[in-house]
């Protein structure tokens, strides 16, 4: 078993799953503390939200294409956007975040 198969969440097939934001990468519209649900069999797409296994760890950014590759980007320009060559760095399409406890403050990413 590869370290990143360590990392992944044992859900069945394609099943989403949700997982905590943690850092300040993509604020202001991720803050911390925020539950994000993951599509695994989400189309990834320029501007959509993903997960992706880059430089031996996980991470969650906004694809953009660039030329001719793709970027993993993140909301504040505190941090430095990441070279992607293709989409195979790419698990999953965040579809939802919500604040706990709050879910009127829900949003969703779907069709974006």
Not at 26 to 50: C, H, R, T
Not at 79 to 90: C, G, H, K, N, R
Request: aromatic share 8%; with cysteine; proline share 7%.
């Amino acid at each position: 078993m590869q370290t990143e198969d360590l990392a992944v969440p044992d859900c069945g097939g394609g099943e989403s799953f949700a997982l905590m934001v943690m850092g300040h990468s993509m604020a202001p519209e991720f803050n911390e503390g925020e539950i994000i649900i993951i599509e695994p069999e989400g189309l990834a797409k320029d501007g959509s939200y993903v997960l992706a296994w880059h430089n031996e760890e996980w991470t969650f950014r906004q694809l953009l294409r660039v030329d001719a590759g793709w970027t993993l980007h993140p909301l504040s320009p505190a941090f430095p956007d990441a070279p992607l060559a293709d989409l195979s760095a790419v698990r999953g399409v965040i579809i939802q975040k919500a604040l706990p406890g709050r879910r009127r403050a829900s949003k969703f990413y779907v069709g974006m």
